[in-house]
């Protein structure tokens, strides 16, 4: 069993940043791919980014690219989400996750064990 803790979540200006963390409790962490996805109101969760469980590979969703970097700390068990150059788009419930895909990263239904969530609004 795995539990999943995000923080970070806020109001921010269109423009502005955000820093999104996840820690992550239970057996064998390190062996667990971690992603974030998003679920905006009225609308299905999508992806958002992952990053491999050695930590050498990252994915990121179109809308993330160039704004959005994901990582991960094995000593604290934290995958982080730095969010700059926020949009209103990017106003959603963000919910870390972690699974054990080989491929698919962005696939929801490749994650076993999610958190909670926490509020992302961008003002515009």
């Known amino acids: 069993q795995v539990q999943l803790v995000e923080s970070g979540g806020g109001l921010v200006q269109a423009g502005g940043s955000l820093r999104l963390s996840c820690v992550a409790s239970?057996?064998?962490?390190?062996?667990?791919?971690m992603g974030w996805f998003r679920q905006a109101p009225g609308k299905e969760r999508e992806f958002v980014a992952a990053?491999?469980?050695?930590?050498?590979?990252?994915y990121y969703a179109d809308s993330a690219k160039g704004r959005f970097t994901i990582s991960r700390d094995y000593a604290k068990n934290t995958v982080s989400l730095q969010m700059n150059n926020l949009k209103p788009e990017d106003t959603a419930v963000y919910y870390c996750?972690?699974?054990?895909?080989?491929?698919?990263?962005?696939?929801?239904?490749?994650?076993?064990?999610w958190g909670q969530g926490t509020q992302v609004t961008v003002s515009s």
């Open positions: 990053i491999s469980r050695s930590g050498g590979s990252t």
């Open positions: 996750a972690v699974g054990r895909p080989l491929y698919d990263f962005g696939l929801d239904n490749k994650y076993d064990y």
């Open positions: 239970g057996r064998l962490i390190s062996t667990y791919a």
